[in-house]
């Protein structure tokens, strides 16, 4: 299964997205995490996205292009995978239905994941994030064992440059700006599934794999 998730910065895109990788046994390929780990590791790459992201905007679409392109490369990607972060609009949409159809393949399934705003401003001014393995908490709704330290590796916990109130409120303006025309676009290829995101993780996720494996046994198989 090729399948993409769309939903605002803190409708829990990222976390379910990891969770639906390990319950279908696919790679999850997130766009934030590979820019930021270019911004970590200072690369030409990361030296351009640094500015854009700490903004709250979207990094220009030639820089993360050429990123996807050389993420598809690798050959994990052949059995399908979980795309969380791409596309942002159409154009990327479009890069990347070019790229699926010069390896022969196609989107399955594209779950849009609606939550509201102060639901998503809660969550993500709150956010704590594992610097060794991305694992996330929360302040206050899943603070960590202790405090600043990661309960699964003993990593760092940070909070992301990009989630305060101000920036928070400006990713949102820039994903509802984009956002209509890709779910339109997807949309008329009847790939898109809404999913409510305001509730618990768990629940979120058991509709999503009782959806994924609807429309395995629609395409006729549970990998291609
Ligand atoms: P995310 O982790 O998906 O919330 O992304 C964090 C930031 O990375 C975004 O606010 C953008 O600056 C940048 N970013 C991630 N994915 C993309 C993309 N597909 N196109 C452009 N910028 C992106």
Redesign the pocket.
């Known amino acids: 299964m090729r399948i993409v998730l769309l939903g605002p910065?803190g409708a829990g895109?990222?976390t379910q997205a990891k969770q639906l990788a390990k319950a279908l046994g696919l790679p999850h390929i997130?766009?934030?995490?590979i820019?930021?780990q270019n911004v970590t590791e200072a690369t030409d790459l990361g030296k351009e996205?640094k500015d854009?992201?700490n903004?709250?905007?979207?990094?220009?679409?030639e820089?993360?292009t050429k990123m996807?392109s050389d993420r598809f490369v690798k050959p994990d990607v052949n059995g399908g995978f979980i795309l969380?972060?791409?596309?942002?609009?159409i154009n990327?949409a479009k890069v990347l239905d070019g790229i699926l159809s010069g390896m022969k393949m196609k989107i399955d399934l594209v779950f849009d994941l609606d939550c509201s705003e102060p639901v998503i401003i809660q969550r993500l001014s709150g956010r704590l994030v594992c610097r060794k393995c991305g694992a996330n908490f929360h302040k206050n709704n899943m603070p960590p064992k202790k405090e600043g330290v990661c309960d699964n590796c003993a990593g760092e916990l940070y909070q992301?440059p990009?989630d305060n109130v101000e920036t928070i409120k400006k990713?949102l303006l820039?994903y509802k700006d984009e956002v209509a025309g890709l779910i339109k676009y997807y949309q008329d290829q009847g790939l898109i599934q809404k999913i409510k995101a305001d509730g618990q993780a768990e629940i979120v996720l058991k509709e999503m794999v009782a959806l994924v494996s609807l429309v395995s046994k629609k395409n006729g198989s549970s990998k291609d």
């Open positions: 910065p895109k990222g997130s766009t934030g995490d820019l930021r996205a854009y992201m903004k709250g905007l979207l990094v220009p679409d820089l993360v996807l969380d972060g791409y596309p942002r609009n990327q992301r990009d990713r820039v």
